[in-house]
């Protein structure tokens, strides 16, 4: 071995010795255990936040569904089939076909007739109330409408379809239990074999309960429906839009972009702001206050109750405005000032169309908020029991969820399901509000 080749090689020995017995080695240093902890910390924060959205969808989604399969049957309704005899002495002795005499004539013992003659047993007067109680109230109602629209079959025996009452429609839909003693449920042990006699000569039927879209609200859960709701909220949505999107929009403009910053204006912000946070039954308190008993407006009304939604919503379409105003950038305001537009110019034809998407998705955000309110509505009276459909602002009208608030509280076991049923309605509307506020923003959205 050459003196060169011994001489490298104690260097080579020398250097594995000194990585070998390195502090590196042997013992990591503070960085490498600070940057080790730190990656835990982090993973630990994304498990919680992980676990954070899990937990909330997993209430959403038992929320939802709790909601879905209470209210999802008051969608459809238990019928009874009777062969009613359209008896002319009790319709038209006169055989005049006076519309106004055939409107008072006794519908209601027509159907009572009908009844008998499917169950000719029956005899006592108990009884007999109790067969009639197997079909709805409203019964008449629908064969009357029947008759005025065929006119032409009074004195045949037709066989129709009646809503049944709501307790043998929850009898029918699993609500009532049968196995219960007949004095811990609403249905008589003579009610139940009546059904299940018609049930046996296929009588009965399930079919979709039209009258919940189309109608208003009523004493009799079979009967009641949730049109005039959805009118009473539309009309009261669009008063709170024509008040509170065009004020909303020109005290932002002004706010951001012309007003000088001084105490005032640093004021009216905080004030914007509080207003924002204000509870909104204190809004129903300044609505009964000011627009009842000052100016004297009808009472549940929905000019009055978009007055009032109009007020509570505009601090937020006024914040919404003015961030999707400050969201522009300043070189669009630079390069139009530039060419000679004036300020005004500058902030209708540039500034206030790229800020647009953000004030519409602000602006129905701020209307999905008022389409969901209760107690505003129920301070100026919108509580009241309405029948009929409104056909105008100063008609009286109820909301969605005021009628939600009014069938949570009746008694009656059918209403249960069509307060679930109401709030899925109020629901799909809160969702479509939304998507249009998503939709406008993707259409109208620029990037720069």
């Not at 002795?93 to 055939?102: C, Q, R």
Request: hydrophobic share 50%; glycine share 6%; aromatic share 8%.
């Amino acid at each position: 071995m050459s003196l060169r080749s011994a001489w490298c090689g104690n260097i080579e020995k020398n250097m594995n010795d000194s990585v070998a017995n390195s502090p590196a080695r042997s013992k990591p240093n503070f960085s490498d255990v600070h940057l080790r902890k730190r990656y835990r910390a982090e993973l630990r924060f994304k498990s919680y936040g992980i676990a954070a959205i899990a937990a909330a969808l997993a209430m959403l989604a038992i929320l939802l569904s709790s909601i879905v399969s209470t209210g999802l049957s008051a969608f459809f309704q238990t019928e009874i089939a009777l062969d009613v005899q359209l008896d002319r002495s009790v319709l038209d002795p006169s055989d005049t076909a006076d519309s106004e005499f055939l409107a008072k004539a006794n519908y209601r013992k027509l159907v009572r007739d009908a009844l008998r003659a499917e169950f000719p047993e029956v005899s006592s007067r108990r009884d007999t109330r109790d067969l009639a109680k197997i079909v709805s109230s409203g019964a008449d109602f629908t064969l009357r409408r029947f008759v005025a629209d065929n006119l032409e079959l009074i004195g045949t025996t037709q066989t129709l379809w009646f809503k049944s009452s709501a307790d043998i429609d929850q009898l029918n839909k699993g609500a009532i239990l049968r196995d219960v003693p007949e004095n811990d449920r609403r249905v008589s042990d003579n009610q139940i074999a009546w059904f299940d006699a018609l049930a046996e000569a296929d009588r009965t039927r399930t079919s979709f309960n039209s009258t919940f879209l189309t109608s208003g609200d009523s004493r009799e859960p079979e009967q009641a429906g949730v049109l005039g709701a959805i009118v009473g909220s539309a009309l009261t949505l669009l008063v709170t839009l024509v008040l509170s999107f065009p004020v909303g929009v020109m005290a932002a403009v002004y706010l951001q972009e012309f007003a000088p910053k001084n105490r005032w204006t640093d004021l009216i912000e905080v004030n914007i702001n509080n207003l924002a946070a204000v509870p909104s039954i204190v809004f129903g308190l300044l609505g009964l206050a000011v627009f009842l008993n000052f100016f004297g407006l009808p009472r549940s009304a929905p000019i009055v109750g978009g007055f009032v939604l109009a007020l509570m919503t505009l601090p937020t379409v006024i914040i919404a405005a003015r961030a999707a105003l400050s969201s522009v950038p300043p070189s669009i305001r630079e390069a139009a000032l530039g060419v000679g537009a004036s300020p005004l110019q500058t902030v209708s034809h540039h500034v206030l169309p790229l800020a647009m998407p953000g004030i519409l998705t602000g602006t129905i955000i701020g209307m999905a908020r008022a389409l969901g309110e209760t107690a505003p509505l129920l301070m100026i009276g919108m509580v009241a029991f309405i029948v009929d459909i409104p056909s105008g602002f100063t008609d009286p009208a109820t909301a969605l969820p005021v009628q939600v608030y009014l069938w949570a509280d009746a008694p009656e076991r059918a209403f249960v399901e069509r307060t679930s049923a109401a709030i899925i309605v109020l629901l799909a509307f809160l969702v479509l509000m939304n998507l249009a506020a998503v939709l406008l923003r993707r259409k109208f959205e620029r990037r720069w």
